[in-house]
């Protein structure tokens, strides 16, 4: 029989685990409905997505199998995280173009205009109608604010100061490119969101009407005025919660106007489908293609091409014109902050392939010559 301070201290040691697991419990719930990490895909959506070609076994699929993940691979992750000497944020500011508010609330010219927000956000007038590629106005590409990669630079202009947007471009639901803030601010001015499917899930989380959602399989469509928006391929995954992984779907998107047409990678890994994209869709006044964020060992270029590809993507499409994005904002990935940019011009100079490499917030107009310079050599 134990002793009276045995059988406190039994006592005392049961109270103390069954708070430990009360606290693990509770977090874990608190976790599974923190906003940012959106919603989940069932009812009706989990349908559309069990019939789609592209769902297999509970998930979402790419058209190359993904390779497994390698101990060597994952060590590299992990010693490159912690050990690497890249230097992974610009060492001074970036030089911005501001955009003066005004300069957007007039009447849309006709033609084809591009800003660079940063990272892989993109403002785009196209035929009369205005876009947004996967906004993020966020200070940090995370779920929780102050903890993550922080942005190195401001965006060039307000959230509240854009004009209204027609319709906003959702690739995936990683946080770099589907910020819960930026679109509950949008949603409350009307915007459309087109998204691949099951994205949507996260959307009704964050209270966007119905009516302003459309959900798209790769290959279906959407029709806005007389311009023509395409879901289309991309290799790469989704996951934002904890349980989540390759849940919703993840996209390129090709733009289809009665004058002009642009083509976004979304976050990919080189494939055959550029060169399907630019055979149906093709020829495109412009690609906006992601050249950064990508890290070592054959796992991750499955999913993040490096700039020499990127550069053979916009080949492959059919593209007159390229705009790289996907780098200079976020520190998400193992290089140096500029390296993407000195690749790809070097790629493209080699491939005789026009990029334009403007600073966030210049303007690209598709049917004028665009002056580029190495801004960021200037960068110290």
């Known amino acids: 029989m134990l002793s009276t301070p045995n059988r406190r201290k039994s006592f005392n040691l049961r109270r103390v685990a069954v708070i430990l697991v009360f606290a693990v419990v509770c977090s874990a719930l608190f976790l ?30 790419n058209t190359l199998p993904h390779p497994p993940l390698e101990s060597g ?16 944020v610009p060492p001074s500011a970036i030089p911005i173009s501001v955009i003066p508010p005004a300069s957007l609330q007039t009447q849309i010219a006709p033609g084809l205009r591009a800003i660079w927000l940063g990272h892989s956000s993109v403002y785009i007038e196209l035929d009369g109608l205005r876009f947004l590629v996967d906004p993020v106005f966020s200070d940090y590409a995370s779920p929780i604010i102050g903890i993550g990669p922080k942005r190195s630079h401001p965006p060039p202009i307000a959230l509240t100061d854009l004009p209204d ?56 469509s959407t029709q806005i005025r007389d311009i023509t928006v395409t879901c289309t391929p991309a290799q790469h995954y989704s996951s934002r919660g904890i349980f989540d992984y390759k849940e919703t779907l993840w996209s390129s998107w090709s733009v289809v106007g009665p004058e002009h047409r642009i083509f976004y990678s979304g976050d990919s890994g080189f494939s055959s489908h550029f060169q399907s994209i630019g055979e149906q869709f093709g020829p495109f006044d412009l690609s906006i293609i992601k050249i950064g964020q990508y890290g070592p060992g054959a796992s991750w270029t499955h999913s993040h091409m490096g700039p020499e590809q990127a550069i053979e993507a916009h080949v492959a499409v059919g593209a007159r014109r390229m705009l790289p994005v996907s780098w200079a904002t976020f520190n998400i990935a193992f290089h140096d902050w500029d390296e993407p940019i000195r690749r790809a011009v070097k790629a ?33």
């Open 348 to 380: 493209a100079n080699e491939k005789q392939v026009e990029l334009v490499t403007p600073r966030v917030g210049d303007i690209v107009i598709t049917d004028k010559p665009y002056n580029s310079y190495k801004w960021w050599e200037k960068v110290e």
């Open 73 to 88: 691979d994952a060590w590299g992750y992990f010693k490159e995280q912690f050990s690497g000497d890249q230097m992974r």
């Open 165 to 220: 947007i027609d319709a906003v471009l959702i690739s995936h639901d990683h946080y770099d490119h589907l910020d819960m803030q930026t679109v509950r601010y949008l949603s409350s001015m009307g915007t459309r969101f087109i998204v691949p499917l099951g994205v949507g899930s996260h959307l009704d989380e964050w209270d966007v009407p119905k009516d302003q959602i459309i959900e798209l399989d790769w290959w279906e």
């Open 32 to 61: 599974w409905n923190w906003p940012p990490f959106g919603g989940t895909v069932s009812g009706e959506r989990l349908k559309t997505a069990e019939a789609s070609s592209n769902y297999r076994d509970g998930e979402f699929v």
